[in-house]
């Protein structure tokens, strides 16, 4: 079998590579580090070759010296026609279209900001659509009970609300532990030990409690009700539920709005309960409060009204990060990044809600149910 050679010959100051023998995979294979360097030390600007004393080859010695030629035919080249068509299929696969630059318009900034409004108005718009939407159905399902999708609803209400109590149960403990440990430490300074009911009770009940638990759903729940839409709108399960004329709100966003109003308000009040207990333990190990000192006293610092409005914090809480992650699951593309960036975008967006609205709520709740 003959093997793939190379050979310099120089006529009258012209520098002519003359390459004869099989270039292919068999006998390329295992010299191919050498004859890549040959053919690097032979390849001259101003150098010819000679190919037609090749008897075979195939695209891997092709592709030693298509390197070896810079990615391109060199000028003077003597090669059989069936061989050169073997170059220009490498050719035509290994072009790469070169970025053009284009000029900079002074109005770039601008053209910027106007696209990213354009765009936040898009989803406004989109996002007032599904209110408006959930609207509707709310009104169907009161005037039409019997189309009720209950099944669903109860199913939300199981993977959104029973399974996300142990987690919320133990960030709870955590924060009321840290919240009366931290508070403590300060106390003690100043010999207002007692004061730690107001401090732990008023923190938990009104603002940490409604706050943490829903940036964990948001987290956990709206995540996964975002990518449920998702890969039901990759593999084209949205668009199948149309054709048969099934309602894509009242059957998709619909029990997933109303499951998280109704467990959201639930989550709150058992987080709660859990974080008082874990700051009313911290408080008898640090300051030695008793435990009936601690529940004789939290009523009556704390008012009633402070858990109405940490429940209705929760209500609200959940209608927007429901609806967020339902915006942003029906805005998936059939692709795997659409998917990843929209679940992504679901859980930034929904805790940034949740932190705007317990602004407001904060603002509009300023002088009630502070004690006197």
């Not at 050498?34 to 030390?41: F, R, S």
């Not at 898009?122 to 209110?131: G, N, P, S």
């Not at 009911?197 to 009700?225: D, F, Q, T, W, Y």
Request: glycine share 10%.
């Amino acid at each position: 079998m003959s093997i793939a050679r190379i050979e310099l010959v120089v006529r009258d100051d012209e520098r002519v590579v003359r390459l004869t023998g099989l270039w292919t995979l068999a006998t390329t294979s295992h010299g191919a580090t050498g004859l890549a360097a040959e053919l690097k030390d032979a390849a001259q600007p101003d150098a010819g070759w000679d190919c037609l004393g090749l008897e075979a080859i195939d695209s891997a010695g092709a592709m030693l010296l298509w390197r070896a030629w810079g990615r391109r035919l060199p000028e003077l080249l003597l090669i059989r026609p069936e061989h050169r068509r073997v170059f220009e299929r490498i050719e035509a696969a290994d072009h790469e279209p070169r970025p053009v630059s284009a000029p900079i318009s002074p109005l770039h900034g601008v053209i910027v900001i106007g696209s990213a409004t354009i765009g936040i108005g898009r989803h406004v718009a989109d996002f007032l659509a599904l209110i408006g939407q959930f609207g509707l159905n709310l009104v169907h399902v009161v005037r039409f009970p019997a189309d009720l999708p209950r099944r669903e609803i109860s199913a939300n209400l199981y993977k959104s609300g029973v399974r996300a109590m142990p987690v919320t149960a133990l960030v709870g403990f955590l924060i009321g532990v840290v919240l009366s440990y931290l508070s403590a430490l300060q106390l003690k300074q100043f010999g207002a030990d007692i004061f730690i009911v107001n401090i732990i009770g008023l923190g938990i009940v009104r603002e940490l409690g409604p706050v943490l638990v829903a940036i964990l759903v948001a987290g956990r729940s709206g995540s996964a009700m975002t990518a449920q839409l998702g890969v039901m709108r990759v593999t084209e399960e949205i668009d199948a539920l149309a054709t048969m004329g099934v309602q894509r709100g009242l059957r998709l966003v619909f029990p997933k709005v109303v499951a998280l109003i109704v467990a959201l308000p639930l989550l709150v009040l058992w987080s709660t309960a859990i974080a008082l207990i874990g700051g009313m333990v911290s408080a008898q190990v640090q300051l030695d409060i008793s435990y009936g000192f601690f529940f004789q006293t939290l009523p009556r610092v704390v008012p009633a009204a402070n858990l109405w409005i940490g429940l209705a914090k929760g209500a609200v809480f959940g209608m927007f990060i429901a609806l967020v992650a339902c915006h942003f699951g029906l805005r998936v593309r059939p692709n795997t990044e659409s998917l990843s960036s929209n679940t992504t975008a679901s859980v930034v967006s929904a805790i940034t809600v949740v932190i705007i609205l317990d602004a407001f709520f904060a603002i509009a709740t300023r002088g009630i149910g502070l004690p006197m």
